[in-house]
């Protein structure tokens, strides 16, 4: 209770106002949906799980939890937004995997898609590393801003195009620790 106190006047000292549009229980359910899925279509697979820092790290945690067949977990990570909320359109990698993929069944973990520049960049690298497979899960989707034919192959919620923060999801670097996922109005 305290704790939730805290956050709320946190964000109205940063003049933030904070909609909750997934809760901690719908994220949970739904994680647990995927992990099911995934679990399935990965049972005799070779799997290496790549989170996309610093973004899905919550998510992941979460998800390999929910996945039941043997994993192993690598991260990279690609440039941000910066202080905006908008994307600069370029991707540039800054910390690459420390395992070798190839042969291996690789599942990309990204907190949201929105252009699809940072997913259909980072799949097409990992692909000229001949990995078994690359496939993607995304916690939210905004189709509405796709600016790529990227198609990721689990999603957890489709979400109208607002900027979104917590559950890893950050503006200006913080929120990401929000147990929930909400919309901002500045
Ligand atoms: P894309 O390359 O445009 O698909 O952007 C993906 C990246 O942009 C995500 O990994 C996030 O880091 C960031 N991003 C996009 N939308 C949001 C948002 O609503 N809140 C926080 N970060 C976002
Ligand atoms: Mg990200």
Redesign the pocket.
Known sequence: MAKTVLRKTMLGGMGLQVKVLLSTEDIASRVRELGQEISKDYGDKDLVVVG?LK?AVVFMSDLIREIMVPLEIDFMATS??GQS?K?SGV?QLLKDLDTVIEGRDVLVV??????????SYLSQLLLSRKPASVKTAVLLD?PD?RQTQFVPDYVGFSIPD????GYG???NHKFRELPYIGVVRE
């Open positions: 996309i973004g941000s937004y909320t994307s991707v990204e907190d949201i898609i929105d252009s699809g520049l940072t997913l905004k801003r607002e900027f979104v923060i999801l950050d503006f």
